[in-house]
Nanobody, 120 residues
Framework: QVQLVGSGGGLVQPGGSLRLSCVAS????????MGWYRQAPGKQRELVAT???????DYADSVKGRFTISRDNGKNTVYLQMNSLKPEDTAVYYC??????????????WGQGTQVTVSS
């Protein structure tokens, strides 16, 4: 069993910053792609950013230049630094990890979600 625990969400004013963290633990052999997705009320879940084991990153156009994804492979942790936040960034943010278990089964696992609200 794999657990992903996210943290760091909250309420912030427009133009402010937040840093999200997500730690993976449990039956893990190797972690491949780590990423963040978000879902706003009434909208579909969308990709925010991903990062590979080697550090290659990909971002949604809407967050490029404002958000930075990073990871600490030794801690099985992925981060999302969010700067210059806008009201349209308000959503529940989910971490997602592609990994293999000790029995070599490759899966994608989701965190429980953390609320980010950008409002004055």
């Amino acid at each position: 069993q794999v657990q992903l625990v996210g943290s760091g969400g909250g309420l912030v004013q427009p133009g402010g910053s937040l840093r999200l963290s997500c730690v993976a633990s449990g039956d893990i052999s190797s972690i491949y792609v780590m990423g963040w997705y978000r879902q706003a009320p009434g909208k579909q879940r969308e990709l925010v950013a991903t990062i590979t084991t080697g550090g290659s990153t990909d971002y949604a156009d809407s967050v490029k230049g404002r958000f930075t994804i990073s990871r600490d492979n030794g801690k099985n942790t992925v981060y999302l630094q969010m700067n210059s936040l806008k009201p349209e960034d308000t959503a529940v943010y989910y971490c997602n990890v592609e990994l293999s278990t000790r029995s070599r089964v490759r899966i994608r696992s989701w965190g429980q979600g953390t609320q980010v609200t950008v409002s004055s």
